[in-house]
C-alpha cells in the first residue's frame, strides 16, 4: 500500500450546511476545525508508507480520526461508525455527507505504521505547533511534570503461573509453525496438561503440591528446550518469539543442581527492571510506588501552566514500571529541547529531583522547582550536631574547616554504592579526639570525622536548593505543581490511561500519545469556548466549618 499525499481539503458546502444545523452552536470537533484548520497533512507520513501499491486511506484523516476516538473514549469499530455517520464528525476531517467510512482493521493497521517509526510524537507535536500560532503556547514558560502508573494489558499472575502459561504460550506456538514436529515430539500429557490457559486450572493448596507443580513444569520446560536445540529439530524453532522468551522465564525462574530443575529461591531472582512478568508483554515489569504494586508501565505528562493560557501537554513519557521518576527528568528535557518546548522553569515533586538533575537543568537554562531530599545524617535530624553545612570547604586546595577551626587531611574522590561520584573527606584522629564538643559532631570513639561530599557544582546546587525551598517565593512558585494532578486524573478517568490499550512499550506510547492529543483537543476546546477551571471540589460538610 502506497500514500499519494495531499491535504485535508475544505469543509463540503454541504457538509457544513447540515452539520451547522445540526449543531446550531457547535460541537467540540467542529469548534476545533474552524479555529485550527485542517491540521494534518500527509506529506507528514510519507515515511510510513512504501513507494509503490495501491493508494491507501489518507494518513492525514487517520490521524484526525484516531485523535477524535480517544477523545470519546472509542473502539476501533465504534470510531469508523462515527466516520460514516456522525455529521459533526464530517465536519471535522472534510468530507463529503456520502463518505462510508473505511474499514475498523486500518486504523490498526495505520497504528502499526507509526510504531514502526515512533512518529506518536509528530501528531503531538502538529496540534503544538498549531497552538503555538495561536498564542497558546509560551516560548521558555513553565511546566510541571508528574507521573501515574500504567496497568499492562495482561493478567496477574503469580510464579506458577507465569511458568506455566509461558510454557503453554510456547506450545501454541510450536503447534501453529510444526504441527507434524510437535505432536511426534511432545509428551503425551503436555496434550492434557497445557492445553487449556493455566487460569483455568484450580492451582494447589498446600505448598508441597504447589513446589511439585513446579518441579513438574520446570522439568517439562528443558525438556522442550532440549528438543528445540537438537540436531533433528527445524530451524528456526528455538528463535520463535514466545520460545525465545520460554528460555528467558526459565533463566529468571530455574536452576540445575545435579541433573534436577528446580525453582530458584525469590531472592536468587533477577531484579524488577530485567524481571518478566508475562509470557504475552516482554517490555512489562513490576512496579511499586509507596503502597501500590502494579505489572506494566509508568506515564511521565508535561504540561504548560502559564498564567491565562491553556494548559497543554507538551511530552509524554512512557517506561517500564521499574525505571524511577528522577532516571526520567533528563529524558523529558531532552526530549523537550529538540522540539524547542524547553521550559524556562520546570516544577516536579521530590521524585524528580536530585543534585545531578539541578546542575544538569541549569546547564540548560531550566530552573527546576521541587524539593530536594534533606540531609538525614544524625547531626541534622537531632537539631544538635555539627552538620555537613556547618563545615567551610575550600574546592580549591581540597581541605575542609571544621566548625571549631581544625582541619581535614584527608580528600578522596570516590563513588558511592551506587556509582555517583563523591568525595570522600576526614579529619585526623588527634584532632578530634580532644575536641571539647566531640560528642556534636561524631560518635566514633577512635577515629576522626569523616563527610562525604558531592563534586563541587553538584554540593553548591544542593545547598542551594535546601535554603531556597525554606522562603515563601519558593513556596509560592512551588504550588503550581499541584494542578498536575488533575491532569493525571483526566488522562485517568475521562481518556482511560490507566489501563494499556496494547502490548509491548512502543505500542503503550503511541497510545500515551493519542491521549495526550485529545488532552489537548479537549482543553483548546475549553478555552476557546471560555469553560474555567475545574476548581477544587469541597464537601457540603467542609464548606460549613466556621472560619478561625
Known amino acids: 500500500m502506497s500514500l499519494r499525499a495531499g491535504v485535508m481539503g475544505s469543509v463540503p458546502v454541504e457538509t457544513a450546511r447540515v452539520a451547522r444545523a445540526a449543531f446550531p452552536k457547535g460541537s467540540p470537533a467542529m469548534r476545533l476545525r474552524d479555529a485550527l484548520g485542517p491540521l494534518f497533512r500527509d506529506a507528514q507520513f510519507v515515511d510510513l508508507f512504501p513507494k509503490r501499491g495501491k493508494p491507501g486511506l489518507s494518513p492525514a484523516l487517520l490521524t484526525m480520526v484516531s485523535v477524535l476516538q480517544y477523545c470519546e473514549g472509542l473502539t476501533d469499530r465504534q470510531a469508523v461508525q462515527a466516520m460514516a455517520g456522525r455529521i459533526d464528525w464530517k465536519y471535522a476531517l472534510g468530507v463529503e455527507l456520502t463518505d462510508t467510512g473505511c474499514d475498523f482493521s486500518v486504523l490498526s493497521e495505520f497504528r502499526d505504521r507509526l510504531v514502526a517509526q515512533d512518529a506518536g510524537v509528530r501528531i503531538l507535536d502538529t496540534i503544538l505547533d498549531a497552538a503555538r500560532e495561536k498564542g497558546l503556547v ?9 507521573s501515574t502508573h500504567v496497568v499492562g494489558a495482561i493478567r496477574q499472575i503469580n510464579r506458577l503461573g507465569l511458568v506455566g502459561e509461558s510454557l503453554r504460550a510456547a506450545l501454541e506456538q510450536l503447534a501453529d509453525a510444526a504441527p507434524e514436529w510437535l505432536t511426534e515430539h511432545a509428551d503425551l500429557d503436555w496434550f492434557d496438561r497445557y492445553g487449556r490457559r493455566i487460569e483455568m486450572f484450580q492451582l494447589p493448596a498446600k505448598d508441597t503440591e504447589r513446589a511439585a507443580r513446579a518441579a513438574r513444569v520446570g522439568a517439562d520446560g528443558m525438556r522442550l528446550w532440549q528438543l528445540l536445540t537438537s540436531t533433528q529439530a527445524p530451524a ?45 508483554d516482554p517490555d512489562a515489569r513490576t512496579g511499586k510506588k509507596r503502597h501500590t504494586y502494579w505489572d506494566g508501565y509508568t506515564l511521565h505528562v508535561t504540561e504548560t501552566c502559564d498564567p491565562g493560557l491553556p494548559r497543554l501537554v507538551t511530552h509524554v513519557a512512557t517506561t517500564s514500571a521499574s525505571v524511577t521518576d528522577v532516571e526520567t527528568t533528563e529524558v523529558v528535557h ?30 540548560r537554562g531550566v530552573r527546576v522547582v521541587g524539593p530536594v531530599l534533606p540531609d538525614t545524617t544524625w547531626q541534622t535530624t537531632t537539631a544538635r550536631g555539627y552538620a555537613a553545612a556547618d563545615f567551610r570547604v575550600d574546592w580549591g586546595a581540597g581541605v575542609v574547616t571544621c566548625p571549631r577551626g581544625k582541619h581535614s587531611t584527608g580528600w578522596a574522590p570516590r563513588p558511592n554504592r551506587h556509582g555517583t561520584p563523591t568525595i570522600s573527606v576526614s579529619f585526623p584522629a588527634e584532632a578530634c579526639r580532644p575536641c571539647p564538643v566531640r560528642e556534636l559532631c561524631t560518635t566514633s570513639v577512635w577515629k576522626g570525622r569523616t563527610l562525604t561530599l558531592l563534586p563541587r557544582p553538584e554540593h553548591e546546587a544542593l545547598t542551594r536548593a535546601r535554603l531556597a525551598q525554606r522562603t515563601d517565593t519558593w513556596q509560592d512558585d512551588y504550588r503550581s505543581r499541584a494542578g498536575i494532578e488533575g491532569t493525571l486524573n483526566q488522562a485517568v478517568n475521562t481518556l482511560g490511561a490507566r489501563r494499556a490499550r496494547y502490548r509491548g512499550l512502543a505500542k503503550t506510547h503511541l497510545q500515551h500519545h493519542f491521549t495526550a492529543a485529545a488532552l489537548n483537543f479537549i482543553r483548546i476546546d475549553n478555552h476557546l469556548t471560555g469553560r474555567p477551571l475545574a476548581p477544587t471540589r469541597v464537601s457540603t460538610l467542609a464548606a460549613l466549618k466556621p472560619a478561625a
Open 138 to 146: 509560551k516560548k521558555r514558560g513553565r511546566a510541571r511534570t508528574d
Open 236 to 280: 528456526g524453532l528455538a528463535h520463535l518469539e514466545r520460545v525465545e522468551l520460554l528460555r528467558r522465564v526459565w533463566v529468571q525462574e530455574y536452576h540445575v543442581t545435579d541433573g534436577i530443575v528446580v525453582m530458584r529461591d525469590p531472592k536468587d531472582r533477577p531484579p524488577a527492571g530485567v524481571r518478566l512478568v508475562s509470557p504475552y
Open 334 to 363: 531532552e526530549g523537550l529541547s529538540g522540539r524547542g518546548l524547553l521550559p524556562g522553569e520546570h516544577v516536579v515533586d521530590a521524585g524528580y529531583v536530585t543534585a545531578h538533575t539541578l546542575t544538569r537543568s541549569a546547564a
